[in-house]
């Protein structure tokens, strides 16, 4: 019997949080991981991610830039890959009004450079575009689904929705098999602080600790449909082996406040958040998305994927691993623990 073919996925935005978990989905199916990554002269690249799930010596990186086509072209040329999943970005949405042009350089205009140099060095792979909730910003269904119309409310959702509409153009246009995930939030011990959950979680852990005595909050009012992000990219590789490429939304279909997620997370420590929360104004945004909730029943019915971790399980782990880490590198004083 003949080897099976050694299949070759590449992940542009590989040292992220999403980029992480896939490596490490793809590597446990025997697939040769690359990962597309940024190098400057003056900032080394952070694998820190990919170390903590030791599988930093696994994955090949190579340098690459989502701004730069003829190094995109390059690196299809060179690996020749099965699936690209296009996971770059700067994908932080506050961030987005202080940096708009560079959202959309990297966060739209990538995707089509990506999705080009697909088309022209390696145009049977299959091709995956992280697509967001935050597209559909000021909510027009209770409850969005694959057909809810969008309406972004920040530079980078009006990003990623041109991401979402050049990837569905692309499949259109020219036949690629090119799949669009619109993922509501999802998060894990591997998420970046300036995201909500993570920056809970790390303050109740320094809090715990005593390392830190309160928490300046933004708009606790707001709601999410939160996941864990090892439950959701396997739904990108899911939709990747489809014989039709397609666009899903991922998500839990269940919608919590902020306020109500940092009381699961001092809950698990045993404190009262009332007694560390301060409302700040300079952390409210410029335009909000008040409330996200998705339907996953596509999903459910043609990958056969469904969330299996709670929120609470995940903010559990959250803490845990907050407390972990700050353990080991700060200098703690049992005096002050609460
Ligand atoms: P997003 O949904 O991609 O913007 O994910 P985030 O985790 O950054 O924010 C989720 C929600 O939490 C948004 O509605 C924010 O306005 C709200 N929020 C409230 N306080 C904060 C805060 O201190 N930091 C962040 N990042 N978000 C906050």
Redesign the pocket.
């Known amino acids: 019997m003949r080897a099976r073919k050694l299949r070759k996925a590449l992940i542009t935005g590989i040292t992220g949080q999403d980029g992480a978990y896939l490596a490490q989905l793809l590597l446990g199916k025997g697939y040769e991981v690359h990962g597309v990554v940024r190098r400057s002269s003056h900032a080394e690249v952070s694998s820190h991610r990919l170390r903590w799930l030791g599988i930093e010596n696994d994955v090949k990186l190579i340098d690459g830039n989502l701004n730069d086509l003829s190094c995109l072209m390059r690196i299809m040329q060179t690996i020749k890959p099965d699936e690209v999943y296009n996971l770059g970005a700067q994908?932080?949405?506050?961030s987005s009004w202080q940096q708009p042009l560079l959202t959309a350089q990297v966060t739209a205009v990538g995707v089509t450079n990506v999705l080009e140099a697909v088309r022209i060095e390696a145009p049977t792979a299959r091709f995956y575009q992280a697509s967001?909730?935050?597209m559909f910003g000021l909510i027009q269904e209770t409850i969005q689904s694959e057909t809810t119309p969008f309406y972004p409310r920040?530079p980078?959702a009006v990003a990623k929705l041109y991401g979402h509409w050049i990837t569905v153009n692309y499949r259109e246009s020219f036949g690629m098999h090119a799949s669009s995930g619109i993922l509501f939030?999802h998060?894990s011990p591997l998420?970046g602080k300036?995201?909500?959950?993570?920056?809970?979680t790390d303050a109740a852990a320094r809090i715990k600790l005593g390392l830190q005595d309160e928490l300046?909050?933004?708009?606790?009012d707001?709601?999410?449909d939160w996941g864990h992000a090892k439950d959701y990219v396997k739904a990108m590789w899911m939709m990747l082996q489809q014989d039709k490429p397609d666009d899903y939304v991922v998500a839990t279909g269940r919608t919590t406040t902020?306020r109500d997620m940092i009381r699961i997370a001092f809950d698990h420590i045993g404190l009262n958040p009332a007694d560390f929360v301060r409302i700040?104004a300079s952390?409210?945004?410029p335009a909000?998305?008040?409330v996200?909730q998705g339907n996953p029943e596509k999903a459910k019915a043609k990958l056969g994927w469904e969330a299996k971790i709670t929120l609470e399980e995940m903010i559990a782990e959250m803490v845990d691993a907050d407390l972990a880490r700050l353990r080991r590198s700060e200098d703690i004083d049992p005096s002050k623990m609460r």
Do not use: C, Q
Request: proline share 3%.
């Open positions: 994908s932080f949405v506050h967001s909730s935050e920040s980078y939030n998060e998420r300036e995201f909500v959950t993570r920056k809970v300046p909050m933004g708009n606790i707001a709601k999410r902020v700040d952390l409210f945004r909000e998305v008040e996200l």
